[in-house]
């Protein structure tokens, strides 16, 4: 019966305890909850993200708007304002993305604190976790040591060559099968892969994982450290193989912002998809000045599925894009 919620009221009550836990632990620190536009004329530029889009009319000229795929652009504006502590629990939108880990609207918990650095963020990162799933201390990861204990080269001095060696070498490992319409066309595209394939499911087995210190070309929104072997400062946490948040000591330079915006719209062209606005408010507000801090998007229904033991995502949420 299609009316029917797919999540038990057991834990429906689960994810409500959670979510209390969630706003005690921000409140406790001094982090001031705040709400900022779900529908909204900048969206953030990924290779990978597609965001859903409408066209408000009624107010001028007919424009496309989008629903974001996190929070992190309106919160870095409030930030940019003279935020100092703020976190948000919001809906987030993710074109195209369903399985038993997605469904294409979620809930997302974003959180920035002015002048965390990377190593407070992680700590927070941690704390946070114990706090909802009482897992104990987390350990930390590189994510160079990483793809040598579970892959057998360095992402960072590989060639091209050797990373694609390497997984075409791992084959019968991999739930892939590569032909034609399967092989990744660059270097971190078979990084993800290998990621994805290879390393993920090794990671938090025994207990909570943060992998950090990324390739250059995976920064995002992070920042660059380093001289000869330059790694961006970007986090995940990890529990049973399963991915829960994604942090960056954050970047503050509003003209390398645009240099990565134009890469990656390059990006998604060549893979066939859209170009996405590349002028923003947040580039404004970085221009203005965005204070140094550290920010996390935390996965509010994958902590659900760990916490209950779910192994679908429709376990957690009453009614999934099915049923919605």
């Avoid at 974001?68 to 629990?89: C, D, H, N, V, W």
């Avoid at 369903?98 to 650095?117: C, K, L, Q, S």
């Avoid at 990861?141 to 080269?153: C, E, K, P, Q």
């Avoid at 992070?222 to 991915?243: P, Q």
Wanted: proline content about 6%; aromatic content about 8%.
């Amino acid at each position: 019966m299609s009316f029917l919620p797919t999540a038990d009221w057991s834990v429906l009550r689960k994810r409500a305890e959670l979510l209390r836990r969630t706003r005690s632990f921000f409140d406790e620190r001094g982090f001031l909850e705040v709400e900022t536009p779900v529908l909204s004329a900048d969206t953030v530029v990924d290779r990978h993200l597609e965001p859903l889009t409408t066209t408000l009319e009624g107010l001028g000229p007919p424009h496309t708007l989008y629903l974001q795929t996190s929070p992190e652009f309106a919160m870095k504006r409030l930030m940019a304002a003279g935020g100092e502590a703020i976190y948000q629990i919001a809906h987030a939108f993710r074109q195209g993305e369903r399985g038993a880990r997605h469904n294409p609207e979620f809930t997302i918990v974003e959180w920035y604190r002015r002048g965390d650095d990377y190593d407070a963020g992680m700590r927070l990162l941690g704390e946070l976790c114990d706090a909802l799933l009482g897992r104990g201390a987390v350990e930390r990861l590189a994510y160079r040591d990483a793809f040598r204990a579970y892959v057998g080269i360095d992402p960072l001095s590989a060639s091209d060559d050797q990373i694609s060696a390497a997984a075409r070498r791992h084959r019968p490992q991999s739930a892939v099968a590569f032909d034609a319409a399967t092989v990744p066309a660059d270097r971190d595209a078979w990084l993800d892969l290998l990621l994805t394939e290879l390393v993920e499911p090794k990671l938090g087995l025994k207990r909570p994982t943060i992998l950090c210190d990324y390739p250059p070309s995976q920064a995002a929104l992070a920042r660059l450290r380093g001289d000869d072997e330059v790694v961006a400062e970007r986090f995940e946490l990890y529990i049973e193989g399963l991915e829960l948040a994604n942090g960056y000591h954050e970047l503050l330079d509003a003209e390398a912002m645009e240099q990565r915006t134009t890469e990656n719209n390059a990006l998604r062209v060549a893979d066939g998809k859209s170009m996405l606005p590349e002028r923003s408010r947040l580039l404004d507000a970085m221009h203005h000045g965005l204070p140094a801090c550290t920010g996390c998007a935390l996965g509010f229904d994958r902590i659900v599925m760990l916490a209950t033991g779910a192994s679908d995502i429709a376990k957690v949420i009453p009614f999934p894009i099915e049923r919605a």
